[in-house]
């Protein structure tokens, strides 16, 4: 609703980025004004599927999604953020900085820390994983 009543301010570009900036603005004013805790996000296992080769590969399918859940949920909100829109969402770095309002250095230096800090976290959780 908030895109069509604002479709007005859209002067061209990437439609894409600007449709998610507004969610996300609207997502951050709800979040204020109804739960003041860390943002959480729940990822779609179903649209990231995978095929599989059978029972072995499912379940390890299964621990693998379970950890990188894991993993996520552990990351400060602003690195979740950033990691769910790069590396899952596919935005390029400028349709980040868009969506975030932030400025690409920031986009790709929080990417970097996030990167690492999963790293990070996986080695720790299970030596050898990443």
């Given amino acids: 609703?908030?895109?069509?009543?604002?479709?007005?301010?859209?002067?061209?570009?990437?439609?894409?980025?600007?449709?998610?900036?507004?969610?996300?603005n609207t997502?951050?004013?709800?979040?204020r004004k109804n739960r003041p805790r860390e943002i959480l996000y729940e990822l779609d296992e179903e649209q990231?599927?995978?095929?599989?080769?059978?029972?072995?590969?499912?379940?390890?399918?299964?621990?693998?999604?379970?950890?990188?859940?894991k993993l996520l949920d552990e990351l400060p909100a602003e690195y979740r953020e950033i990691i769910v829109l790069r590396d899952?969402?596919?935005?390029?770095?400028?349709?980040i900085s868009s969506v975030t309002e932030m400025p690409l250095g920031t986009v790709m230096s929080r990417l970097s820390r996030a990167r690492k800090r999963l790293q990070s976290n996986a080695?720790?959780?299970?030596?050898?994983v990443l």
């Fill in 123 to 128: 080695t720790a959780t299970q030596p050898g």
């Fill in 27 to 31: 997502c951050y004013t709800w979040l």
């Fill in 1 to 24: 609703m908030r895109a069509l009543r604002f479709f007005g301010g859209f002067h061209g570009g990437d439609s894409r980025a600007w449709l998610l900036k507004i969610v996300r």
């Fill in 88 to 95: 899952i969402e596919g935005l390029s770095y400028k349709e």
């Fill in 48 to 69: 990231h599927e995978a095929t599989s080769g059978g029972p072995d590969a499912v379940l390890q399918e299964g621990i693998d999604r379970q950890l990188v859940r």
